[in-house]
């Protein structure tokens, strides 16, 4: 199993809806998880980060974590067309829990 | 600029050739990793270090790759006798400390002929 699981896609959205990306990860003792976003040929840009169960919301992104389930998530509303990008969920894992991985990530196109 | 400096951002390389990439991460960042991503998939861990000390280094890197970071800066990457599967990005990002978003910068690619 691997350690941080994403659907590959790619995922299609009309402009202005809500895309949903998922995200599962195998170490149930893992407390920090991020969300990059990576344009193609670009390096991975960290837009949000999530420690605690729950939602977070910052602009149009809201993080959702359960860690009883083990999963991760990131709604994206209103999408526009400039948030067509490979979206890549990464945790924090490792003996001492200070290692970042990441999943192989989501490619998102949103259609105007 | 403060953010995480890569250099080169290109490499091109006849097979079996040494190269060596270099990475600056973001002063008093302790924490710099080192990634290899190719087409379609997400960033591989490669190795990281907490100041001067790797923590850890990947068991599927083979012993071509060797990494360092002298004085707990600037960190290098140097790959022996390269091979045309190990043409990718290479991605260097840095932490605060352990547990905390690490920021990247824009990458080497590597393109081995």
């Known amino acids: 199993q691997k350690e941080v699981e994403q659907n590959s896609g790619p995922l299609s959205v009309p402009e202005g809806a809500i895309a949903s990306l998922n995200c599962t990860y195998s170490d149930r003792g893992s407390q920090s998880f991020f969300w990059y976003r990576q344009y193609s040929g670009k390096s991975p840009e960290l837009i949000m980060s999530?420690?605690?169960?729950g939602d977070k919301e910052d602009g149009r992104f809201t993080a959702q974590l359960n860690k009883a389930s083990q999963y991760v998530s990131l709604l994206i509303r209103d999408s526009q067309p400039s948030d067509s990008a490979t979206y890549l969920c990464a945790v924090i894992v490792g003996t001492s829990y200070d290692k970042v991985i990441f999943g192989p990530g989501t490619s998102l196109s949103v259609i105007p | 600029d403060t953010g995480v400096s890569q250099d080169p951002r290109h490499k091109i390389t006849k097979r079996g050739q040494n190269v060596t990439f270099r990475c600056d991460p973001i002063s008093e960042h302790n924490r710099l990793y080192w990634y290899r991503q190719t087409l379609g998939q997400g960033p591989e861990f490669l190795t990281y270090f907490q100041n001067e000390a790797q923590l850890e280094k990947s068991r599927l890197l083979s012993d071509r790759f060797s990494a360092e970071r002298p004085k707990g800066s600037f960190s290098t990457l140097e790959i022996q006798r390269t091979e045309q599967g190990d043409s990718a990005m290479y991605l260097c990002a840095s932490s605060l400390r352990g547990a905390t978003e690490a920021f990247f910068g824009q990458g080497t690619r590597l393109t081995v002929v």
């Open positions: 999530i420690y605690s169960n």
